[in-house]
């Protein structure tokens, strides 16, 4: 059975600060599907990003970054320079691939991220 | 391109009464998915539809719940009767098909308040 966790339920941070956002999973399967979303306040799942599981390379986009680690099980999300903006809750994601057809996501708990002015 | 269209966005209603929540997809979208997420949890999937058939519904409750997709696009989930432990989100998401880790793209949701 496929799990993902998030040991960091919430974390507060200034504004400008660097944050590492942890996630880690557990699946059966070789061929997966990794994703974090944002939840901010008004409750919308905004998508951010997809990494496969034969893809370890790690991924920048703007002031995100992924870092995607297959010996650790783990999926980190780091925001550099983070603004108010940024407070939501963020989760992870995991979609296996056996059968070769989309199966659901199993998501973690979230980590609530607070970033104060 | 319009997004995932969700209504109500709030609903109160009280315990044993019915309640509806309609879903509108990303047009071409043939996969669409309904999840439950309860206050400081992740999101659950109830029921997973590829065009108007059930692909996933193992996790539904089915003595109360119910839920369709006619025409393969819009999609209604009932709550019948409700109970206080129902309260929660209700998210509808959709992706292009059900292919190979297709990205899910999810609505605003509707809070479900059941006193």
């Known amino acids: 059975a496929q799990k993902v966790t998030q040991a960091q339920t919430e974390i507060s941070v200034v504004e400008k600060e660097d944050v590492t956002l942890d996630c880690v999973y557990e699946?059966?399967?070789?061929?997966?599907?990794l994703f974090w979303y944002k939840q901010p306040p008004s409750g919308e799942l905004v998508f951010l990003i997809r990494?496969?599981?034969?893809?370890?390379q790690n991924e920048i986009s703007g002031r995100y970054s992924w870092n995607f680690q297959k010996s650790t099980s783990s999926f980190n999300f780091t925001i550099t320079a983070s603004q108010v903006v940024d407070s939501a809750v963020y989760f992870c994601?995991?979609?296996?691939?056996?059968?070769?057809?989309?199966?659901?996501?199993?998501f973690g708990s979230g980590t609530q991220l607070t970033v104060l002015p | 391109e319009a997004g995932v269209a969700q209504s109500p966005r709030y609903k109160i209603i009280e315990k044993r009464q019915s309640v509806a929540f309609w879903c509108n997809p990303i047009?071409?979208?043939?996969?669409l998915y309904w999840y439950q997420q309860i206050l400081g949890q992740g999101p659950k999937l109830l029921i997973q539809?590829?065009?108007?058939?059930?692909?996933?519904d193992s996790q539904l409750p089915k003595d109360r719940f119910s839920a369709e997709r006619l025409k393969g696009v819009d999609s209604t989930l009932k709550i019948q009767p409700a109970k206080l432990e129902d309260s929660a989100v209700y998210l509808c998401?959709?992706?292009?098909?059900?292919?190979?880790?297709?990205?899910?793209?999810f609505g605003p949701g509707t809070r479900l308040l059941v006193l």
């Open positions: 998401a959709s992706s292009p098909s059900s292919g190979r880790g297709k990205t899910q793209y």
């Open positions: 699946t059966r399967d070789t061929t997966y599907y």
């Open positions: 990494r496969n599981s034969f893809d370890e």
């Open positions: 994601a995991l979609s296996e691939d056996s059968s070769g057809s989309a199966r659901q996501l199993t």
């Open positions: 047009s071409g979208h043939a996969t």
């Open positions: 539809f590829q065009n108007n058939g059930v692909v996933d």
